[in-house]
């Protein structure tokens, strides 16, 4: 192991937390450091850059996950796919238009404070040591964590724990976009008979009837706390499962045509391809935690044929 050459921090990487085969740091094509899991023919991969999850591809399927292809690692913008983290506030800032939206932690590189594997899965523990402009003001408020299991689904679980002596109010999102055939072919469904925030609307609240299809732009914030959604493909044939604990919402968008293109990171047609339910807490639903205690969100993966 060298200790000083180019790769003397990806080799200190390896030996304290690789598992052989099953987790390695590696640099990634897209610019920046990744973890590669894997757990009996399943693969994900994970960015250190704010703890962004790029993909999972189940034993003998496609990637779950959709990145763009225009995505690049080591920027000052957040990936534009896999499951960006958002936190401690989701979309805009409440009260300071100029604080960048879904948080602060999407472009600060994680630590990787653990890992492990054995017979049941791989994992992946890693700390958000907050961005220099952040750190003096919450570093003494909260800790926030990443735990990234690999079984036979894929678990992947936000940890805030608050460490002040006041209540600490967040909003957050696991944001998934996940990968399907074409737009026109996909309902998500589980959300009949909930109501939901149409951002696109107002934020009128409105009710959903049945399943979510797509013709146009959606931006809505269900009230849910239903522990299944589906995301049926009619076109791959595939379903995938979205199970979830510690949320109260449930975001689904996709930009459509005018917002790809205003957004500039897409990919030429990119919004066909995927589309995001996103494992949140936000809306109307703002985490309080106690002074010493801990809350955990956690979203659970997997894909079968239909
Ligand atoms: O979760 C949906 C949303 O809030 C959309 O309104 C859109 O802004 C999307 O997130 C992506 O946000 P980003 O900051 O990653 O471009």
Redesign the pocket.
Known sequence: MTNDGPNAELDLLNAGFGCGERLRFVDSPLGGRVAEMSFHGARAIVALQGGHVLSYVPAGGGDVLWVSPLARLGTSK?V?GGI?V?WPW??QHPTDPSA???GFV?TVPWDVVGSGANETGTRLRLSCPFPEAERARWASIADLGLEIVLGEQLGVTLVTRNLSAQPLKITE?L?SYFAISDIADVEVSGHDGQGYID?LDGNRVKRQEGGIRFAGEV?RIYADTSPAVQVIDERARRRILIMKSGSAST?V?N?WIA?SER?GDMGPGGYRRMV?V?T?NCGDTVVAIAPGDMHRMRVEISASPV
């Open positions: 957040a534009r960006p958002c989701f979309a960048p939206a879904h999407r999102a944001h951002k931006d975001v968008w930009p917002k957004m995001c996103e949140a």
